[in-house]
């Protein structure tokens, strides 16, 4: 089972711009997913790229802001988000889907496991 250790966290001011990288500890046959858990909130899906990246998928809220890529060569998945806002605020988690070779867009946070440790995103407007 594969390890997941997210980087590239920060704080930006409201517009500002991050990229999350998600490694992995060896080749990762999954899709991989992008979450986020706010104080006192539930952790929410925000995007997933399918295995071999053949499909991507976003919640609704960062459409058009978020992008989520895979290089496997590298064994890593990236999000790069851009015009950032207060409430994009959270802890960002990577995790894998456990149904492997999975190619669709239907996610949902009960197939995700080998989750890392989580890397803060601080928005200030």
């Known amino acids: 089972q594969e390890q997941l250790v997210e980087t590239g966290g920060g704080s930006v001011q409201a517009g500002g711009s991050l990229r999350l990288s998600c490694a992995a500890s060896?080749?990762?046959?999954?899709?991989v997913g992008w979450f986020r858990q706010a104080p006192g909130k539930e952790r929410e899906f925000v995007a997933a790229i399918s295995w071999a990246g053949l499909r991507t998928s976003y919640a609704d809220s960062v459409k058009g802001r978020f992008t989520v890529s895979r290089d496997d060569a590298k064994d890593t998945v990236y999000l790069q988000m851009i015009s950032l806002k207060p409430e994009d605020t959270a802890v960002y988690y990577c995790?894998?889907?456990?149904?492997?070779?999975?190619?669709?867009?239907?996610?949902?946070?009960?197939?995700?496991?080998?989750w890392g440790q989580g890397t803060q995103v601080t928005v200030s407007s």
């Open positions: 060896n080749r990762t046959f999954h899709a």
């Open positions: 995790a894998a889907d456990q149904r492997t070779y999975y190619s669709g867009s239907n996610y949902d946070i009960r197939f995700f496991g080998s």
